[in-house]
Nanobody, 120 residues
Framework: QVQLVESGGGSVQAGGSLRLSCAAS????????MAWFRQAPEKEREGVAA????????YYADSVKGRFTISQDNAKNTVYLQMNSLKPEDTAMYYCAADGRWPFLSYNYWGQGTQVTVSS
């Protein structure tokens, strides 16, 4: 089993920045990929960024490429999502996920989510 806890969400004005954190515990040795997803009201959940936990490969959705950066601190079992140049359309609940298929398929473990609100 893997437990994921997100933090770092909040409210920010357009153009601002936030950094989300996802702390993993439990069987963290058991998976290769972690990802961030988001879901806005009345919209489907979408993959935002993914990372290969045993290397340096990353993947970004076109909508966030160049603005968001996913990174990891393996010593802390933590994955980060640095979000810059935020836009109102980035407003959503953001979820961390682990143990899936590259980049955004069939993830087995999910955090509880952290809300990001971007005002214009």
């Amino acid at each position: 089993q893997v437990q994921l806890v997100e933090s770092g969400g909040g409210s920010v004005q357009a153009g601002g920045s936030l950094r989300l954190s996802c702390a993993a515990s439990g069987a963290t040795y058991s998976y290769n990929y972690m990802a961030w997803f988001r879901q806005a009201p009345e919209k489907e959940r979408e993959g935002v960024a993914a990372i290969y936990t045993r290397g340096a490969n990353t993947y970004y959705a076109d909508s966030v490429k160049g603005r968001f950066t996913i990174s990891q601190d393996n010593a802390k079992n933590t994955v980060y999502l640095q979000m810059n140049s935020l836009k109102p359309e980035d407003t959503a609940m953001y979820y961390c996920a682990a143990d899936g298929r590259w980049p955004f398929l069939s993830y087995n473990y999910w955090g509880q989510g952290t809300q990001v609100t971007v005002s214009s």
